[in-house]
């Protein structure tokens, strides 16, 4: 069953503007959430994390939204770089399992 | 430090064969998780070995099977191998305790 789920399997954006990728999950009882990037031929690289107890937090270009009661979360690129141009997972875990479950992906396009 | 390796990188393999996929761990790390990655199916979750024991585990048949060693290294293997079969799989460690998981760069598996 696809407790992760990332609905968009793809997304353009011009460079300089802002990329939304979301995701949504079901098992209430995931407590930890990541985003990883993943270029063709090369391994899922850990982009950003949190915590269900923040609902947001940020790394440079890069934040997360989680939105605990409607079971969402959000990566947001601002601005975007043709260098993001990649796919995204998304994830959840319960804190201290690493039994971690993915979404399918979202392929960013970022435009020049 | 160096990352999580895994070898071989590319294989090549033929139905009903049984293939063995290696993984030496970030040093220091004992958990060593491993993904199978398809197109539009994402990551799905296989199983994560602990201290040389399987601490959680995906929804797959028998035929996929891992083990780990004292020194954290891992291996999966996979036996009667099936077209289905053919796919990425990735392995990714973390430090004890820890809830993020980082990736090797994949071991790509062509069942023919």
């Known amino acids: 069953d696809q407790q992760v789920k990332q609905n968009s399997p793809s997304l353009s954006v011009q460079e300089g503007r802002i990329s939304i990728l979301n995701c949504d999950y079901t098992?209430?009882?995931?407590?930890?959430f990541l985003w990883y990037k993943k270029y063709p031929a090369e391994g899922p690289t850990f982009l950003i994390s949190?915590?269900?107890?923040?609902d947001k937090n940020e790394d440079g270009r890069f934040t997360v939204f989680l939105n605990k009661s409607a079971k969402h979360l959000s990566l947001h690129i601002v601005p975007s770089q043709p260098g993001d141009s990649a796919v995204y997972f998304c994830?959840?875990?319960?804190?201290?399992?690493?039994?971690?479950?993915f979404g399918a992906g979202t392929r960013l396009t970022v435009k020049p | 430090k160096a990352g999580v390796t895994q070898t071989p990188r590319y294989l090549i393999k033929t139905r009903g064969q049984q293939v063995t996929l290696s993984c030496s761990p970030i040093?220091?790390?004992?958990?060593v998780s491993w993904y199978q990655q398809t197109p539009g199916q994402g990551l799905q979750f296989l199983f994560e070995?602990?201290?040389?024991?399987?601490?959680n585990k995906g929804n797959f048949p028998g035929r996929f099977s891992g083990r780990q060693f004292s020194n954290s290294r891992s291996e999966m293997n996979v036996s009667t191998l099936e077209l289905g079969d053919s796919a990425l799989y990735l392995c990714?460690?973390?430090?004890?305790?820890?809830?993020?998981?980082?990736f090797g760069e994949g071991s790509w598996l062509t069942v023919v």
């Open positions: 990714a460690s973390s430090s004890t305790g820890g809830n993020t998981i980082y």
């Open positions: 098992n209430s009882m995931f407590d930890y």
């Open positions: 949190i915590s269900s107890i923040k």
């Open positions: 994830a959840a875990s319960i804190m201290n399992n690493n039994d971690m479950r």
């Open positions: 040093s220091g790390h004992r958990s």
């Open positions: 070995y602990f201290s040389e024991t399987q601490r």
